[in-house]
């Protein structure tokens, strides 16, 4: 193992470590990443769950956040293999009765079709639109000061509200509530919590600034492709090697570990001073997630049409529906119809599986820890808007929240956020702090979604943790 002044060590290949990975070895060190899976990538991993000739993202499929973020713009990825497939339609929201609400790049198209409402979005929507940079910007940088203080307070007012409140004031029809609650749900929290508006806002932003798309050969193309930049630079990576103590890893510059508080405290094992420990202990995970990945026989049959436009595919029925059904897995129950986070990739990237045939996963959000098996509940979801979907499916692979953790030791009872992302832990993760990249055991950070900005592909907090790292040249992981 690589040892000295100049040394670094990055524990964990989820988008974060590579990204921290990446800035330091950019900055000249000599950086290597130990990564517990055979596979590289953490939540970008890509393999064949159900059939030959099927391939599925096992975590992330979505990539607004990675497509808008400062911390991949200037990487090339591009240049090594990453194509975007972005669908025209980049989410729809079915309702009842054949009929969808959806959102397109241009916000007077969106607005168009959600007539009564059709000011009120645009009203909503325009001015964030018209300062997208700068709001993506502030959001994603995360305790800084951000370069547009006027734009991005006018966004905290309404983002500060709950997705319930914002939905219920500012539209009146059924359809635009429902598709702003359905955004708002990727949140994991209930829609009537202070801040949810945000998720909403901020999601639905993307959808017209950058799109919602997928990367063409499923999610593993952009891990491979952060490895190539790692690699230009001179970083290592070890497969297959899980870091189950700090007393494994040599003196550094740095360690820098894209692992959440319960993993943190495991590793550390009692180096970490006593407060910061205790800190740690009472970081809040959220509700887990219940996954279906399908290897399909042919395009999901979609009452609407505009569901057959996209990747990505709202199944939560209307607001209300939602609201309770984000209220029972927050609350330790089961939703009898719960929201359903819908995505078939092969729409717009028919590389994924044969020719006519598809690739779709599904996810429900259940309690923390759940072992529950929600196959019928999603499966009846997604009959209710795509009646006859179930005589398509050729095969299935099903996730319940303790084998997604089982999959990536980061997903701490299925919570696939890193923690709980309320406007109490959201900027104040893992403890409050205005180096929450810092841990007090000198040479020792932080890198994974359990920092801010939290959960998602963008790479942002690996990126926040390296210039932490760099603005410290004096300190030492010592022993
Ligand atoms: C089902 C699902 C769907 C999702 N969908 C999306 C989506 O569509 N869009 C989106 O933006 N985000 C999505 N996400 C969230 C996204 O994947 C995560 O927020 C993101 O991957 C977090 O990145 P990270 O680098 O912090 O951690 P991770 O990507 O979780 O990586 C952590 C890495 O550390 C490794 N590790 C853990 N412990 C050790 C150890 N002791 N030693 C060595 N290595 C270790 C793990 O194996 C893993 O590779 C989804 C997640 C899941 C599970």
Known sequence: MTTGE??????????NGLLAAITLARAGLDVTVFEAAPQ????LRTEPLTLDGFVHDVCSAVHPLALASPAFADLDLEGRGVHW??????????????IAAYVVRSVDRTAENLGADASAYRKLMTPLVEHGDAVVDGMLSALQIPRAPVTLARFG??????ARGLARSRFVTPAARAMFGGIAAHAMLPLTDVGTAGYGLFLGLLAHHVGWPVVEGGSQVLADSLVAVLEEHGGKVVTDHEVTSLAELPPSRAVVLDLTPRQILRVA???????????LRRFRYGPGVFKIDWALDGPVPWSAPEACRTATVHLGGTLEEMVLSESESNAGRLAERPYVLFVQPTVVDPTRAPTGKHVAWAYCHVPNGSTADRTDAIEAQVERF???FRDLVLARS?????????????????????GAGDIRQLFTRPVVSPHPWVTPRPGLYICSSST????????????????????????????
């Open 157 to 162: 007012l309404s983002a500060i509200r709950s």
């Open 386 to 388: 795509a009646p006859g």
């Open 85 to 98: 497939c972005s669908p025209e339609v980049a989410l729809a929201h079915p309702l009842d009765g054949g």
């Open 6 to 15: 100049n040394h670094a060590t990055v524990v964990g290949s989820g988008p």
């Open 452 to 479: 801010p900005p939290g959960g998602g592909v963008h790479g942002m907090c690996g990126l926040h943790a390296a210039r932490a790292v760099l603005a410290r040249p004096g300190a030492r992981f010592t022993r």
């Open 269 to 279: 094992d009692g180096e970490l001073p006593h407060r910061y420990a205790r800190s």
């Open 398 to 418: 099903v996730m319940n929240s303790a084998d997604v953790e089982r999959h990536n030791a980061n997903y701490v009872g299925g919570d696939i956020n890193g």
């Open 40 to 43: 590289l990538g953490g939540g």
